[in-house]
């Protein structure tokens, strides 16, 4: 009778089933950390050891740490992935992103049973009474490629999650942004009608900008200043408000018709 070779599989995806409820019913206590570690650290790593190597006889060892290293791997570079493509990382994007990759390694290991001849059903090799049979003293090439294939795996995977994190941190030191303060220039005298504030402005947007910088309180105080800042360079400007009250400035570029950048100091 031949073996159920969907069984294995099934019972993986129903594991990762229960898990995945388990996360986005948002269950408290023990039951959602084993549902968490299960989906981080073990089912997509399980699932693609076998989908990768569905022939390589592996000690329990050797899988458990291929299991969380190719985990970890997997879910690094999805996360990179998503966050890139501006995905919000979640509690339930990351459960989503586990319970993909274990869905699509448990289907390829299943259709490599099918394509593979059943190996669960073996002759052994028959020797004359009396002879010893021969031992192999010497690793074969491909048996020592098909060893070192996981090994090579894991590290390849890291290393184009080192390689993607560092593109995408030098993509992140590009933004372009603009800085906007304003703090007090001083002690204010007791009974003084204005006090000193000093508004600052630092061009992080990669280009000289043209800026509209509006100061005004809750009452008639208005002001205005139009600097143009060039790139890594800093504005500032020392100027007299109400002693009173909340002070705003408000931050805009060139063509905007709304504030790029607000502050307020009471």
């Known amino acids: 009778m031949a073996p159920n070779r969907a069984g294995t599989p099934a019972v993986l995806l129903a594991i990762t089933s229960v898990a995945a409820l388990a996360v986005v019913l948002q269950f408290d206590g023990p039951p959602a950390v084993v549902a968490g570690l299960l989906l981080t650290l073990v089912l997509p790593g399980y699932a693609m050891t076998r989908g990768l190597f569905p022939g390589r006889s592996l000690s329990p060892i050797e899988r458990g740490t291929l299991a969380v ?45 099918r394509t593979r001849p059943d190996s669960n059903w073996s002759t052994a090799d028959t020797v004359e009474q009396g002879a010893v049979p021969l031992r192999a003293t010497t690793l074969s090439t491909r048996k020592a490629a098909l060893r070192l294939a996981p090994l090579a795996l894991a590290v ?100 905007d018709t709304t504030p790029y950048r607000s502050v307020h100091l009471s």
């Open 156 to 255: 390849l995977f890291v290393t184009v999650a080192g390689v993607v994190s560092w593109h995408s941190a030098s993509r992140a030191d590009a933004v372009a942004f603009t800085e906007l303060s304003i703090v007090p220039a001083g002690p204010v005298e007791e009974g003084a009608a204005q006090r000193d504030v000093v508004i600052g402005v630092i061009c992080h947007e990669q280009h000289t900008t043209q800026y509209t910088v509006k100061i005004h309180d809750n009452g008639s105080f208005r002001a205005s200043f139009t600097p143009r800042v060039r790139n890594e360079a800093t504005w500032a400007v020392t100027t007299a408000v109400p002693a009173t009250g909340t002070i705003t400035a408000e931050l805009y570029r060139e063509g």
């Open 69 to 113: 290293t190719l985990s970890l791997a997997a879910l690094a570079l999805g996360g990179i992935g998503m966050f890139a493509g501006g995905a919000r990382l979640s509690r339930l994007s990351w459960a989503e992103l586990g319970v993909g990759v274990t869905v699509v390694s448990a289907l390829v290991w299943y259709l490599r049973q």
